[in-house]
């Protein structure tokens, strides 16, 4: 259809009215940008809160089970003490050799119980006790024939590929429970001939240390939950190896990432740049 017009005044007008139309579509498109925009910004603020609300509730959970480890760890240790040494005593008398499978089960149950308090009085310490400025990589090349043996023990591999670093503030004793807690973990999660990979390397932001299995994977449901206290997919576990980690690295200013699927889980330790602490 062709427009007709009277006047050149009608055809400015014209001309006027499509410049119009045209600005309004561009002013709607854009629009149209940044509402989605808009929107993808605030998708992405709701996960982070989720994210931090989840972590404000589970340090608030670790600050709980901290108190209570404070309160009462010491006081139940020293009668356990006082018992597994009757019990080993009694264990050696030739009457009561009989009893011994009986024997050998207390004190391993007495043992257990011993683990769990340790756990419990490792998730009380308010922040690292010996800070010292020292290679990550020569600590765990330290501890790396520890690991291995773990591993040889069920029939699995494990290889440390040290990247270059530089050296970070850390507790020695702490950072050391960390990585055997993650190193063990993972190996329980894979099958025989499995391999677990412990590498450390630079990111801008900071030192990474990496612990990756090839078990199958965890399950979402699961993933969310751990880090909680007592929470444990294992038949015998405590619930409280991962929690700690997650406390040392929170005494450390670090952070863990995880990222798991179907060829298996790799735990980062995300250590702060030694010179922004």
Same mark, same amino acid.
């Given at each position: ?49 989720? +994210?931090? *609300?989840?972590? /404000?509730?589970? =340090?608030? @959970?670790? !600050?709980? %089970? ?5 309160? $009462? ?28 499978? +009986?024997? *050998?089960?207390? /004190?391993?149950? =007495?043992? @257990?119980? !011993?683990? %769990? ?5 490792? $998730? ?154």
């Amino acid at each position: 259809m062709t427009a007709t017009f009277r006047t050149i005044k009608d055809w400015e007008e014209f001309v006027d009215f499509k410049k119009e139309i045209i600005r309004l579509r561009e002013e709607r498109v854009n629009l149209q940008t940044e509402v989605f925009s808009l929107k993808k910004s605030l998708k992405k603020e709701i996960t982070n809160r989720e +994210y931090l *609300e989840g972590e /404000i509730a589970k =340090l608030g @959970r670790l !600050n709980i %089970i901290g108190q209570l480890a404070a309160g $009462l760890g010491h006081e139940i240790r020293n009668p356990m003490t006082t018992i597994r040494g009757f019990l080993q005593m009694l264990q050696s008398k030739t009457d009561l050799l009989v009893y011994q499978n +009986y024997f *050998e089960l207390m /004190i391993e149950e =007495l043992d @257990r119980a !011993n683990l %769990i308090i340790t756990n419990f009085l490792s $998730l009380a310490k308010n922040k690292p006790t010996e800070i010292k400025r020292m290679d990550l990589n020569k600590l765990l090349e330290n501890l790396f024939p520890l690991l291995i043996a773990d591993a040889y023990s069920q029939d699995k591999k494990c290889i440390f590929q040290p990247g270059k670093i530089k050296e970070i503030n850390i507790d020695s004793n702490e950072i050391t429970q960390l990585v055997l807690n993650l190193a063990r973990n993972g190996l329980e999660a894979m099958e025989a001939n499995g391999c677990l990979t412990i590498e450390t390397f630079m990111e801008e932001d900071g030192i990474v240390l990496s612990v990756k299995d090839e078990g199958k994977g965890i399950d979402e449901e699961n993933l969310k939950k751990l880090g909680n206290p007592f929470f444990t997919t294992k038949e015998n576990g405590t619930g409280l190896g991962l929690p700690m980690c997650f406390r040392i690295a929170n005494r450390h200013h670090a952070h863990i990432d995880i990222d798991t699927g179907q060829d298996g889980t790799t735990f980062f330790v995300r250590f702060p740049n030694p010179f922004d602490e």
